[in-house]
T-cell receptor
Framework: AQSVTQPDIHITVSEGASLELRCNYSYGATPYLFWYVQSPGQGLQLLLKYFSGDTLVQGIKGFEAEFKRSQSSFNLRKPSVHWSDAAEYFCAVGANTGRRALTFGSGTRLQVQP | DAGVIQSPRHEVTEMGQEVTLRCKPISGHDYLFWYRQTMMRGLELLIYFNNNVPIDDSGMPEDRFSAKMPNASFSTLKIQPSEPRDSAVYFC??????????FGPGTRLTVT
């Protein structure tokens, strides 16, 4: 069964600083990987996804993520954080066979300081 | 498109009462998912449907929970009888492809 670990529960960055949120997954084959963002009181919104091909994927709102098979990681990055990026971020993994549903990490809450 | 619509947005009920949560997926989407989010357990998949048919209900916690999808534009999640430990935010999501899931705003359920 697949699993996802987000080692950072809470991260604080200054506005304009760069951001990297960590995600490690466990899955026997090439996984499908996702990042979602949840603003307070809202549902989750898909930021970006990786299925295959280019290991650096671009998403919405200026986010990108890099799939590194050797490290079983799919870290989310943004070069310059805006105050509106304050939210909770979830990494998720999906299997390409068998039970085809997403497994979510526990989330990382991002706080942005002015 | 209005997105995924959930009702009610907030529900407060007493232990032992029946609770029904409702979801209208995005038109044309053929997958529908019900999730539960709590501080302790995070985001858990309860059940998902494809073309109105339940595909995987292994996440449904117990027999007190049931979900139906009578047509392509409506689904319900019912808890009977409700217990305080059912207090959570319940999300509905829909998708055209299984992984491109669009989430509704959620229903915050409080069972006292």
């Amino acid at each position: 069964a697949q699993s996802v670990t987000q080692p950072d529960i809470h991260i604080t960055v200054s506005e304009g600083a760069s951001l990297e949120l960590r995600c490690n997954y466990s899955y026997g084959a090439t996984p499908y990987l996702f990042w979602y963002v949840q603003s307070p009181g809202q549902g989750l919104q898909l930021l970006l996804k990786y299925f295959s091909g280019d290991t650096l994927v671009q998403g919405i709102k200026g986010f990108e993520a890099e799939f590194k098979r050797s490290q079983s990681s799919f870290n989310l990055r943004k070069p310059s954080v805006h105050w509106s990026d304050a939210a909770e971020y979830f990494c998720a993994v999906g299997a390409n066979t068998g039970r085809r549903a997403l497994t979510f990490g526990s989330g990382t809450r991002l706080q942005v300081q002015p | 498109d209005a997105g995924v619509i959930q009702s009610p947005r907030h529900e407060v009920t007493e232990m032992g009462q029946e609770v029904t949560l409702r979801c209208k997926p995005i038109s044309g989407h053929d997958y529908l998912f019900w999730y539960r989010q709590t501080m302790m357990r995070g985001l858990e998949l309860l059940i998902y449907f494809n073309n109105n048919v339940p595909i995987d209900d292994s996440g449904m916690p117990e027999d007190r929970f049931s979900a139906k999808m009578p047509n392509a534009s409506f689904s319900t999640l019912k808890i009977q009888p409700s217990e305080p430990r059912d207090s959570a935010v319940y999300f509905c999501a829909s998708s055209l492809e299984i992984y491109e899931q669009y989430f509704g705003p959620g229903t915050r359920l409080t069972v006292t």
